[in-house]
C-alpha cells in the first residue's frame, strides 16, 4: 500500500471498509477517557477513508452507544473545484474558493467542499479535469483532489 495507515478508533456503526470522514477532533465528552490519545490521533480537519476494520474487542464510549473498534485510515484527498490557471498535479496551492454564494448552484459543493477552508495549504495530487459545469460567474474551473 502506498499511503500511511494509521489505526485509530472509531464508532462501531461506522467501522466499514470504505467509509469516509472528516476528522473534528476532541469534544468536551471524551476528557478523561483512557483511549482519548488512540482516538485523537489524527489531523484535525483532514479527510480520511478506512480501509481495514480490525475485528476485536468493541471498547466502550461516552459517544458511540454501540461502542467503538479500531479501524486502519488513510487520509484520503479532497475534491475540489479551482480556477484553471491554478490546476498543475504536484503544485502546492493555498486554497481559495470561488468568490460565488450561488448556493443553488450545481458545482457550489465542488468549489466550497466541506473540510477545506480558505488559506488552507494544499498539495494537488491530481487533475481531475474541467468542471462538469460551466460556472454561472464565469469562472474557467477545473476538479481537481487536493490534500492539506
Do not use: W
Not at 48 to 69: N, P, S, T
Not at 106 to 112: I, T
Amino acid at each position: 500500500m502506498d499511503q500511511d495507515v494509521v489505526i485509530t478508533l472509531i464508532g462501531t456503526r461506522l467501522a466499514k471498509v470504505d467509509n469516509e470522514f472528516i476528522f473534528s477532533g476532541q469534544i468536551p465528552e471524551c476528557a478523561g477517557c483512557k483511549l482519548v490519545q488512540t482516538c485523537m490521533n489524527l489531523d484535525r480537519g483532514a479527510r480520511y477513508r478506512i480501509v481495514g476494520v480490525r475485528e476485536g474487542a468493541k471498547h466502550e464510549c461516552a459517544i458511540h452507544d454501540a461502542g467503538v473498534l479500531a479501524v486502519e485510515v488513510v487520509e484520503s484527498p479532497f475534491v475540489a473545484a479551482i480556477e484553471s490557471r491554478k490546476a498543475f498535479g504536484g503544485s502546492k496551492i493555498v486554497f481559495e474558493p470561488a468568490a460565488c454564494d450561488v448556493t443553488g448552484c450545481g458545482m457550489f459543493e465542488l468549489c466550497h467542499p466541506t473540510g477545506l477552508s480558505r488559506g488552507d495549504r494544499c498539495t494537488i495530487v491530481r487533475v481531475v479535469g474541467d468542471a462538469p459545469e460551466s460556472c454561472e460567474k464565469g469562472y474557467s474551473l477545473k476538479v481537481v483532489e487536493v490534500k492539506r
